[in-house]
């Protein structure tokens, strides 16, 4: 009858690892692994609050979408700047600007055009709703089309347009109505619930 018998683990320098060495190495990876995970959620947290803090510093619901309207024509002003050659700067400025459209969408299509219909504007609301299909259906356009073509420029200023539109509508006369007809508690709480949103997607 043949017995076997495991040696045990050595070191570095061939000395052998005791059991107690062998749980305390498992521990230190543990610990090495849980500290790596904690410190990517601290940087994605760190992310999303920078992306947010302009809004949330912006002040009230009204002023923080308009901020966020604002940085959005930023990137429209960008792209127009651009020249055909230049694809890569294109492609970089159009994905910024999908990602700030779709946070900004976010943001208005869970909070504030609910509580436009709770105000009795359902058809305001609803139309609204409806240009941010056509919002997205640009982007895929834009991105559908080769960044040199010569009709992209153009594409992009209609975009801009369209858009600047909406915009104009929401800042000067919805929005505003809006927020005088709702009390400050429920301002407030349209403040913490943009927010909120758009933390979860920035």
């Given at each position: 009858m043949s017995?076997?018998?495991?040696?045990?683990?050595?070191?570095?320098?061939?000395?052998?690892?005791?059991?107690?060495?062998?749980?305390?190495n498992l521990g230190?990876?543990?610990?090495?692994?849980?500290?790596?995970?904690?410190?990517?959620?601290?940087?994605?947290?760190g992310r999303k609050a920078a992306v947010q803090a302009p809004s949330m510093l912006a002040g009230d619901w009204a002023d923080a979408l308009a901020a966020e309207h604002k940085a959005?024509?930023?990137?429209?002003d960008a792209l127009e700047a651009t020249e055909a050659r230049n694809t890569t700067k294109r492609a970089i400025l159009l994905a910024q600007l999908k990602h700030a459209l779709a946070k900004h969408a976010i943001e208005e299509e869970n909070v504030i055009y609910p509580a436009l219909r709770e105000a009795g504007k359902i058809?305001?609301?609803?139309?609204?709703?409806k240009e941010h299909g056509y919002v997205k259906q640009y982007l895929y356009e834009l991105e559908n089309m080769p960044n040199d073509s010569p009709?992209?420029?153009?594409?992009?200023?209609?975009f801009r347009a369209d858009i600047?539109?909406?915009?104009?509508?929401?800042?000067t006369v919805l929005f505003?109505?809006?927020?005088?007809?709702?009390?400050?508690?429920?301002?407030?709480?349209?403040?913490?619930?943009?927010?909120?949103?758009?933390?979860k997607v920035a």
């Open positions: 017995t076997s018998t495991t040696t045990p683990p050595r070191d570095d320098e061939g000395k052998f690892v005791s059991k107690d060495d062998q749980h305390s230190l990876i543990a610990g090495a692994a849980t500290a790596g995970v904690a410190l990517g959620m601290l940087a994605m947290l959005t024509l930023k990137i429209f058809e305001q609301a609803d139309e609204l709703n009709d992209y420029l153009a594409k992009v200023r209609k600047e539109e909406h915009m104009t509508e929401e800042e505003p109505a809006l927020r005088a007809q709702l009390s400050e508690a429920k301002n407030k709480a349209l403040t913490s619930a943009v927010n909120k949103e758009g933390f």
